[in-house]
């Protein structure tokens, strides 16, 4: 059976949780995620810096980022818990470029969860674009002749024909990362810091 709200002590029954930016996925994946366990969870954007560059290269800055905004919002916000959601490319089989994600979930009580997930290769015209530079968002807004495609349903909606859109790929971040938060006797002595390098950038 899936943990309720009432099989998690440490976490309150009404959490205040702060989301680090304002991206409407990002919001809308938190709330899809955190009201299933916790009913009355209020969520909040508390938009902060991911402290990397704004196209994460690499799963670990992708991941840093996660945590940094995760953390931050936490603090902004004086929350129970603060998430951290960052979209990154990095190279893959083949030397081919791949759209990933990695998610952060940080706790008033000190815990720490960190989730990845699929990987969605990027069509050659569009890597071509990143590599020189540009950043997804806007190569993908101009690669397609639309206007903020991040905000509704992400590169990741566009490449899977609508099947899989960007809160729903975020939510399912989501849930990876909260496995420390949901069972955090496993996860004891974990430190992050020993495998990511500069954490708060």
Do not use: C
């Not at 704004?54 to 992708?62: I, T």
């Not at 806007?138 to 495609?149: E, F, Q, T």
């Amino acid at each position: 059976m899936p943990l309720t709200a009432a099989d998690i002590p440490h976490i309150p029954q009404r959490p205040l949780v702060a989301v680090g930016s304002r991206n409407r996925p990002k919001l809308e994946a938190a709330r899809m995620v955190f009201t299933v366990i916790w009913p009355e969870a209020e969520i909040i954007a508390a938009p902060v810096p991911s402290g990397v560059s704004d196209q994460p290269w690499s799963a670990e800055e992708a991941a840093r980022g996660a945590i940094n905004r995760a953390r931050r919002a936490l603090r902004q916000a004086n929350a129970d818990m603060g998430v951290g959601l960052e979209g990154g490319v990095e190279e893959g089989p083949g030397g081919l470029l791949y759209l990933s994600g990695w998610s952060a979930v940080a706790t008033a009580n000190g815990k720490l969860g960190v989730g990845g997930g699929g990987r969605t290769l990027l069509p050659p015209e569009l890597a071509d674009m990143l590599r020189s530079g540009v950043e997804l968002g806007p190569a993908i807004d101009a690669w397609l002749g639309r206007k903020g495609v991040r905000h509704q349903e992400g590169a990741v909606g566009v490449l899977t024909g609508g099947h899989l859109g960007r809160a729903a790929s975020f939510a399912n971040l989501l849930q990876h990362a909260l496995a420390v938060i949901l069972h955090p006797e496993w996860f004891p002595d974990l430190d992050y810091t020993a495998h990511i390098s500069n954490l708060e950038g």
